[in-house]
């Protein structure tokens, strides 16, 4: 699976920035589609079980907000702010994150489909037992996130800044981290998630630190 936009309609139709809108729709578990929403402050909010698709968000603030059991697909989130919030057990397909930040989220459980993470701040989350497939990152900073027991596949890492992210009980085989900035990582003991990763030489040297090796110049 990789990477697909988010597909929304040429009618897309402007939504009034009520919370009110949005708690009333989560408590019905009705489904919010072909909307266009801005500067909506929905901070604190019990949006849990809230159904959004082909939707697109700008500038507004889910901060502290309860995102559990969210269905999101076919979303476009610009400009948006998702610091605190918990989004456990959701379920994001063709998504895009732009210019947003979601420092400190808590993500547990969720699964994330072909979405994309563009120059964005997601530091400090909690993305435990997590899925991932088909996901792009560009340009953005996972910083000190813990990615631990995770599931990934088709991931692009690029311009990541990963510093003191955890990995431990995440295999990363086949990940490609030699475009992004990775260091000061943990892992398990003895790092079997290192196995099958694609990593720098610098990435390589601090991994091998993980391991007990002493790395002496031959010279």
Same mark, same amino acid.
């Given at each position: 699976?990789?990477?697909?936009?988010?597909?929304?309609?040429?009618?897309?139709?402007?939504?009034?920035?009520?919370?009110?809108? %949005?708690?009333?729709?989560?408590?019905?578990?009705?489904?919010?589609?072909?909307?266009?929403?801005?500067?909506?402050?929905?901070?604190?909010?019990?949006?849990?079980?809230?159904?959004?698709?082909?939707?697109?968000?700008?500038? $507004? *603030?889910?901060?502290?907000?309860?995102?559990?059991?969210?269905?999101? @697909?076919?979303?476009?989130?610009?400009? $948006?702010?998702?610091?605190?919030? *918990?989004? =456990?057990?959701?379920? %994001?397909?063709? $998504?895009? %994150?732009?210019?947003?930040? /979601?420092?400190?989220?808590?993500?547990?459980?969720?699964?994330? @489909?072909?979405?994309?993470?563009?120059?964005?701040?997601?530091?400090?989350?909690?993305?435990?037992?997590?899925?991932?497939?088909?996901?792009?990152?560009?340009?953005?900073?996972?910083?000190?996130?813990?990615?631990?027991? $995770?599931?990934?596949?088709?991931?692009?890492?690029? =311009?990541?800044?990963?510093?003191?992210?955890? %990995?431990?009980?995440?295999?990363?085989?086949?990940?490609?981290?030699?475009?992004?900035?990775?260091?000061?990582?943990?892992?398990?003991?003895?790092?079997?998630?290192?196995?099958?990763?694609?990593?720098?030489?610098?990435? /390589?040297?601090?991994?091998?630190?993980?391991?007990?090796?002493?790395?002496? =110049?031959?010279?």
């Amino acid at each position: 699976m990789h990477y697909a936009p988010p597909r929304l309609p040429n009618d897309i139709s402007p939504l009034p920035n009520d919370p009110a809108l %949005f708690i009333q729709a989560a408590r019905e578990e009705r489904c919010l589609s072909n909307i266009l929403v801005e500067n909506a402050d929905l901070s604190g909010c019990d949006l849990s079980s809230l159904s959004v698709k082909q939707a697109k968000f700008i500038r $507004c *603030r889910f901060a502290g907000c309860d995102l559990t059991n969210l269905d999101g @697909r076919d979303v476009v989130f610009s400009a $948006c702010d998702f610091s605190n919030a *918990r989004a =456990d057990r959701a379920y %994001f397909s063709r $998504c895009l %994150f732009e210019n947003s930040k /979601a420092v400190g989220l808590h993500a547990q459980q969720t699964l994330w @489909r072909q979405t994309a993470f563009l120059h964005g701040l997601f530091s400090y989350g909690n993305f435990e037992h997590a899925e991932w497939d088909g996901i792009r990152i560009l340009n953005s900073d996972f910083s000190h996130a813990f990615f631990t027991f $995770c599931t990934f596949k088709q991931i692009e890492w690029n =311009d990541a800044l990963l510093v003191g992210v955890c %990995f431990a009980g995440s295999p990363l085989s086949g990940q490609g981290f030699s475009r992004s900035r990775l260091s000061a990582a943990t892992v398990s003991q003895y790092a079997p998630e290192l196995s099958g990763a694609v990593v720098s030489p610098a990435q /390589a040297l601090e991994f091998s630190r993980l391991l007990g090796l002493v790395v002496k =110049d031959s010279g």
